[in-house]
Nanobody
Framework: QVQLVESGGGLVQTGGSLRLSCAAS????????MGWFRQAPGKEREFVAA????????FYSDSVKGRFTISRDNAGNTVYLQMNSLKPEDTAVYYC???????????????????????WGKGTLVTVSS
């Protein structure tokens, strides 16, 4: 049973930084892709970033590119989202997701689609105050 547990959310001021973690367990993830999505109150869930576990290839939404960095720690089965220069519009619940076929694809459009992912965490809240 795959489990994804997010942590690291909290309250931060505009311009500040946070690092989110996603601890993954229950499988060998070498063939997976991992994604971060977010959902703000009253809005639809949106793609933030993704990483292929085998190659380390990364993909970002236009709204976070240059500010956020996704990375993985192979030894610890953990995926990180380093968020810098945070803005109030980054306020949302952030979810970690896993796709067991991720090593077969290379286009950003594939990883941006929520239905691509098989497993989801429960989310961690990020609040950016103005």
């Amino acid at each position: 049973q795959v489990q994804l547990v997010e942590s690291g959310g909290g309250l931060v001021q505009t311009g500040g930084s946070l690092r989110l973690s996603c601890a993954a367990s229950g499988r060998t993830f070498s063939n997976y892709a991992m994604g971060w999505f977010r959902q703000a109150p009253g809005k639809e869930r949106e793609f933030v970033a993704a990483i292929r576990w085998d190659t380390g290839s990364t993909f970002y939404s236009d709204s976070v590119k240059g500010r956020f960095t996704i990375s993985r720690d192979n030894a610890g089965n953990t995926v990180y989202l380093q968020m810098n220069s945070l803005k109030p519009e980054d306020t949302a619940v952030y979810y970690c997701a896993a796709d067991h076929r991720g090593n077969q694809y290379y286009r950003r459009s594939y990883f941006m689609t929520g239905t691509t992912y098989d497993y989801w965490g429960k989310g961690t809240l990020v609040t950016v105050s103005s």
